[in-house]
């Protein structure tokens, strides 16, 4: 059906563009991890900005539940960075 073929073009561009949407609402809500729809548990973690190996949460900060800083560890160089939750991803 035509609709239906639509209404999936639809999730596919809103899962893309909602990730760091979702990575805000976590840290609103306080978690730096959540299970998805298939029983995975995806980590919030982001590129280290000397060698690019994706890096994940190794520090934050809070003000009562909500994570107002994270601090990402690379586990390649040891490096240790701030992101901001339009660079994270989840894995
Ligand atoms: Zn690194």
Known sequence: MAADQGKERKEIVMSVAAEA???????D??????????GHVREICGP???DGVSAPVYRLSRA?????????RC???GHDFAV????????
């Open 29 to 38: 809500e306080g978690h730096i991890s959540q299970v998805d729809t298939e």
């Open 48 to 50: 280290c900005p000397d």
């Open 75 to 77: 586990p390649s160089c």
């Open 84 to 91: 901001a939750p339009e660079a994270m991803h989840l894995r």
């Open 64 to 72: 009562g539940r909500r994570i107002i800083e994270v601090v990402l």
């Open 21 to 27: 949407t979702v990575i805000r609402r976590m840290l």
